[in-house]
């Protein structure tokens, strides 16, 4: 396989990795970044832990591409840490009880793998040794969103795959990837 092929030979150069997959949403990116975790023994990171409070989702940061996530808190908190070889702790914002979780520490390691939309956010993208994109075709990912939530499908298709289209095209993401993966 290419990815596990592309991670093996970064890994063998001795400096840690960060491995970031992007893509649409229910497309597999959270299935694969839990396979490599699994696989390779090391932390994943949900980019859904940084999305936006309430209080920031103002419709003039909507409106630029990207903006749906706290990018800035992520780097602040996470990529910034570990690229310097620190601890990183953050504590994941979560949608359903409108709160943030605990802390959570991130050693620094040979790998870590963040999975999500807006992992590739244009501040980020320069941070990943790897870069990889994953996609689904939509039956599939209107299957699993259906699966997952089915009182959220009309969410999705008015708010965030509009939001997500426009983040892919404006900041051209599936061209920065060097591994392209299908989520089938």
């Not at 991670?7 to 893509?23: S, Y």
């Not at 939509?138 to 969410?155: A, F, H, Y």
């Amino acid at each position: 396989m290419p990815l596990l092929a592309a991670v093996d030979q970064l890994l063998t150069q001795g400096q840690p990795v960060l491995v970031a997959i992007d893509g649409p949403c229910a497309s597999g990116k959270s299935t694969l970044g839990a396979a490599l975790a699994e696989l390779y023994c090391c932390p994943l990171l949900h980019m859904d832990d940084f999305f936006l409070l309430p209080q920031d989702r103002t419709p003039e940061r909507l409106a630029k591409p990207g903006e749906n996530v706290d990018h800035e808190r992520f780097d602040r908190e996470v990529l910034s840490p570990l690229c310097h070889g620190q601890t990183a702790v953050y504590r994941p914002w979560q949608c359903r009880s409108g709160c943030f979780g605990p802390a959570v520490p991130v050693e620094p390691g040979p790998l870590t793998v963040v999975e999500g939309s807006y992992s590739l956010h244009p501040s980020l993208r320069d941070r990943y040794q790897l870069r990889v994109w994953v996609e689904a075709p939509w039956g599939v990912r209107r299957t699993r969103l259906e699966r997952r939530d089915p009182g959220c499908v009309d969410r999705f298709l008015n708010i965030w795959v509009p939001l997500e289209d426009h983040y892919f095209q404006a900041c051209h993401v599936k061209d920065c990837c060097q591994i392209h993966c299908s989520g089938q």
